[in-house]
Structure formats: structure tokens, C-alpha cells
């Protein structure tokens, strides 16, 4: 029985969190133990929601032990895998901590808010022989994979441009506002636009260069508003936009539109369409499981089995980063053409 110990009650905490108790029932061996957050409040059940619907919040929290100390959570439990789902600026702290006590860990994207911090903590992960993946999610979203799948087999031929969008009302739900505020968070780039960065990269590999445009809205924040384009040496043209200033009702969307010498891709409101240059578009068949589900299961048969990394690895998130900080230089210097170091 793999013993887990999460880290954060936020929203994406009680994901992972309604995600280990899925397993739990379906028999597998995995097991919630204890849960360490700073917020009393969220152990009595209140919680703001987020522009995401995550299903209900109906826990039976007494099931855990709860923690207000991550040191002592660390130093009192038993536990195989850490699942850090705290805020950004937490990451290197709390996983290098974890990784030195010998503890798997499966933490929350941005891996850090640096390379340098990213750095570090691949280190520690490879100094202590444990697993560390990031929760890049969309790696494991069942319509990006089929994305994925298309780009790699060459069915349609090669990609003559992709667009990545994300988007949505601004995040003022989180505990002390810590989502809005750049030094907790990094803004929109490292909270929100990193997830199309991580993707631009798993399909593309590393861009030679990008140019950032990029807007301060939010009272505090940074990069709320941003829009890249990346340079390939095929000449394809792809580019992101992320918005997280969406007032009303406009909630949250992630979308993409990629385009094939022999058809196109296309995946908005949360229906993906297949359109062959030669035949009737359709729309495919896909697994129902979300990438919460399937990315937590896939850490914990890599831990249960010993199996390597390979869709999520650190470098990966490092590499996520590296753009990342490429695309800040670029949008200070008015959009200027940035190369990836």
C-alpha cells in the first residue's frame, strides 16, 4: 500500500485529493494518510472554488490526519510519496525536503519559479535515487495526447502551424490572494501560460527563439495578459495566448487549433474535432478520465513498479522554465526575439 501524504487543500489539492480516493475504491493500493495546509478553515470544509468545477467538495476530512507544519507532518508520518499542491513560490523548498528524506514526490506545475530553483530541485531528486515528477497536466489530457499521437505518427504530415490558448476570469479565490500576487505565483506566465509552454515543447521540442508580448492588469501581478510566438527552423508558425483578466461570465477555457499538411486539429468548449483534408471531420472517440486521474496514476504505478519517469520528467519542467524565463526577457524588451539558453 503506497501511504501519501498531500501537501495543500487548495483547489488543485482537493483534485488530487478526490483522485486518491477514486483509486482507493477502484482497489488500488494507494492511500491518503495525512493532509498538511495552513488554512483551519479548509479542515472544516470551507473552501472558495475556483474558475474551474472540480465536482463537488463533499471529503470526509476526518479520515486524515491534518497538519498545520510540513516539518512535522515530514518528521512524524510514514509516507511513500509527498503530493505538493502548494503555492508556486513553496516548490523547491518543500520538495528538496521531501526528496531528503527519501520520499517520492509528485508536485504541482510551475516546477519552481526559476531554473535555478529547478535546478535544485532536480538535483536532490537525482541525489536521493526518488521519483520526482512536475503535474504537467495536459501531458496527460486525453485530447492533447491524441494531439501528441497525431503530431509524432506524421498521419497528417507535418505541422504547418499551431495555435494554444488558455484563459479566464482572474484568480482572486486563493488563500491570502497568493495566485495573483507575482512573487508567490510568477504571474500568468508561471501560473497559467507555463501549462501551452510545457505542451509547445512536448511537441515541438525546445523553440531556437521566442517573442513575447505581455500586459500587467492585475493589482500586484505580473504577465496577466501575454501572447508568443515561437521560431522553429522549418518555418512552422506557431503561437500562445494566455488571458487570465476575463471578467463575467466567461469561467475558463483552454483550447488549441493545429494544422497538418493533410488536415487540422481542432479542440475548443471542450470538444476536440478531427478534420481530414480529404473526408468528413469527426470527432474521436477519447478516454473519459480526466489528466488529474491519469497523471496521478501514472506517478504511482512508476512508484509502485519502479518504472522510469519518461512522460513528465524534471528536465522537461526544467526546459518549461527556461522558455518561460526566455519569454519574460522578451516581453520587458517590447517583444524582442529572445534565444532559449
Known sequence: MLKVGLVGLGFMGRMHLRNYERLEREGYPIQVTAICD???????????????????DEFDLSRYRAYHDFDRMLAEEEFDIVDIAMPSYLHEEMTVKALGRGLHVLCEKP??????????????????????????VLRFWPEYEYLKETVESGRYGRVLSAHFFRGGNPPKWTYNDWMVRGETSGGGLYDLHIHDIDMVNWLFGTPQSVSTQALDVLPGSTFD???????????KVVSTQCDRTLQGEFGFEMSFRVNFEGGNLVFEKRTLRDNPKDGKGFVP?????????????????????????????PADSLMALAIA???A?????????????
Not at 111 to 118: D, E, F, K, Q
Not at 307 to 312: C, H, K
Open 38 to 56: 495552513l488554512d483551519e478553515k479548509k479542515f472544516q470544509g470551507i473552501f472558495v472554488e475556483g474558475n474551474l468545477q472540480s465536482g463537488g
Open 111 to 136: 516546477m519552481a519559479l526559476s531554473t535555478a530553483a529547478g535546478r535544485r530541485m532536480l538535483e536532490a531528486a537525482e541525489k536521493s535515487g526518488r521519483k520526482l515528477m512536475i503535474a504537467q
Open 225 to 235: 495578459i501575454i501572447s508568443t510566438h515561437y521560431a522553429y527552423p522549418d518555418r
Open 285 to 313: 472517440e477519447l478516454s473519459k478520465d480526466t489528466g488529474y486521474y491519469r497523471e496521478i496514476r501514472y506517478f504511482a504505478d512508476a512508484v509502485l513498479h519502479d518504472l522510469p519517469i519518461e512522460r513528465s520528467t
Open 325 to 327: 524565463e526566455a519569454e
Open 329 to 341: 526577457r522578451s516581453a520587458v524588451a517590447g517583444g524582442e526575439a529572445v534565444d532559449i539558453a
